[in-house]
């Protein structure tokens, strides 16, 4: 996932970059401690994932974003 996220960033996106952005921002609100940071990453993912209209992932991600809604709420940005 790091890789993707790096990959990403230096030669642009894909289909791909919206799950490895959103889970990096996840791994950012966990491990990390880094909720501002991840819930920007979290929304870059999903923006990404909107741009292309993937309905597949995009419900993948309904058991598994609860840290970006949360942070959202917790630093007023939802």
């Known amino acids: 996932m790091l890789k993707s996220v790096n990959l990403s960033l230096r030669h642009g996106n894909s289909p791909e970059s919206a799950f490895a952005y959103a ?5 950012l609100c966990g491990e990390l401690d880094e909720p501002a940071v991840g819930f920007q990453y979290g929304k870059v993912g999903l923006a990404i994932n909107e741009r292309l209209d993937d309905v597949a992932l995009r419900r993948g991600w309904s058991t598994s ?8 709420a917790t630093t007023g940005r939802a």
Not at 23 to 27: D, E, F, R
Not at 65 to 72: A, E, F, H, S, W
């Open 65 to 72: 974003t609860p840290c970006l809604y949360t942070t959202g």
């Open 23 to 27: 889970a990096y921002g996840m791994l």
